[in-house]
């Protein structure tokens, strides 16, 4: 028998504005189509080691080429894209987040018809005209049940608010119209006038009079917490030996974790999940364990891929890197035997115009004495906002928890 099952959990996955608006070099003119494999291709050596990768895929999809975008927070990529996360190992994907109806419930149901043409287990979202049913996964014999939930879909921007029949077809911690309380005219117009006296004023008072957004709430409607309570118990009564939730939640570029982020996790590992993957920082933040510390939840794992840190700031917290996080499995008693964590990087390369994923501690050794210093030292520091804990060597892999 083997000795341990290795499942990985892989953040945010990002075809934001400033890839959208460079897709030219990943075009293929005898194809007519995309092609994304070089972005992911460094990570597949890594990857392959695994016996299963879950992703958290934050943009939908369309193998439509005239409905893509490149608006600067309405997403939606090419087919390709996720196939091409496919060929690096991924075989389940979070689809709940902020930007799952950037494209309406159209766009909603193109992303399923997309997933499921390529093979990909997905969840947090649903084509309300079939029956639901649970996401369970076996995995080398271990039975695993995955969830996924998100704060919102940006229904206060991108006012994509789904009808009464097709509530259910994003699973929320909060109902849609919820979002409203930000109070939508007001907010836009004062972000396009956010240099004038009165603009100012009012993103510095707004807290007193506004509800605060979703992600920094401190409560889960009354509703939807029964709503996950049912999701819990459905899979709890298929038997799994496991339970995984990718949840999306939380401020971005926080320094630290909000209390609204650092409640649902503990929630949820309290309800009976192993795992908690928090997204959606685009930061890397840390992890916390349950009092028999059994189980493992993690705030913030930071951009898979994603422009910020490459081509523009913030660079403090280190966004243009990210966490990989490795989870070893009793194949006898399916209990989990250790945590490790891989550091991987987003580079842009001005040459091809492409962006690519690497593996630090291989790109590291493509670089000249002082850069590999530098990009060490960062890579590092990464570790240490994920792990707390100050490493002196880059290894492949860290150790986390045993």
């Known amino acids: 028998m083997r000795e341990a099952i290795k499942i990985t959990f892989i953040g945010d996955v990002l075809c934001d504005a400033e890839m959208s608006k460079r897709l030219e070099p990943y075009y ?3 194809t007519g189509s995309y092609d994304f494999k070089s972005v992911f291709a ?6 392959s080691k695994s016996d299963y990768v879950f992703a958290n895929l934050e943009t939908p999809l369309s193998a439509q080429t005239d409905k893509l975008t490149d608006k600067q927070y309405e997403f939606c990529s090419h087919i390709s894209f996720a196939e091409a996360l496919k060929g690096i190992g991924v075989r389940c994907v979070s689809a709940a987040n902020n930007h799952c109806l950037d494209r309406g419930h159209a766009g909603l149901l ?5 997933l499921e043409r390529l093979g990909l287990r997905y969840a947090g979202i649903h084509d309300t005209a079939v029956e639901r049913e649970p996401v369970v996964i076996d995995i080398e014999g271990c039975k695993v049940g995955f969830l996924a939930y998100t704060y919102g879909t940006n229904a206060f921007s991108n006012n994509q608010y789904l009808a009464f029949r097709e509530r259910k077809a994003v699973d929320l911690l909060q109902a849609q119209e919820e979002d409203r ?5 007001p907010y836009a117009y004062m972000g396009k006038h956010k240099k004038s006296p009165l603009a100012k004023l009012y993103f510095k008072t707004r ?3 506004i509800r605060k957004p979703v992600y920094e709430r401190r409560n889960v409607n009354l509703y939807r917490r029964l709503l996950l309570g049912r999701d819990i118990r459905a899979l709890k009564a298929k038997g799994v030996d496991k339970l995984f939730f990718y949840l999306h939640i939380g401020g971005q570029y926080n320094r630290e974790p909000t209390s609204y982020t650092k409640k649902m996790v503990a929630y949820l590992m309290k309800k009976g999940c192993d795992i908690v993957v928090a997204n959606h920082e685009h930061v890397i933040h840390g992890f916390v364990q349950d009092a ?10 930071g951009n898979f891929l994603g422009s910020a840190g490459t081509l523009h700031p913030p660079y403090d917290r280190c966004c243009d890197f990210s966490i990989l996080l490795h989870a070893y499995l009793d194949p006898k008693s399916k209990e989990i035997l250790r945590f490790t964590y891989s550091i991987t990087k987003t580079v842009y390369r001005e040459k091809t115009e492409k962006f690519e994923v690497h593996p630090v501690w291989e790109l590291v050794e493509t670089l000249g004495e002082r850069e590999r210093r530098e990009m060490t030292e960062r890579a590092l520091q990464a570790a240490f906002l994920f792990s707390g804990k100050k490493e002196s060597v880059l290894l492949e892999e860290f150790h986390l928890i045993s």
């Open 110 to 114: 193109d992303t399923i018809r997309c």
């Open 207 to 209: 807290e007193k009079w």
């Open 28 to 30: 293929d003119a005898r």
């Open 292 to 301: 028999d510390r059994t189980k493992l939840g993690t705030y913030a794992l």
């Open 181 to 185: 309380l930000i109070l939508r005219s």
């Open 42 to 47: 460094p990570m597949k050596g890594h990857l």
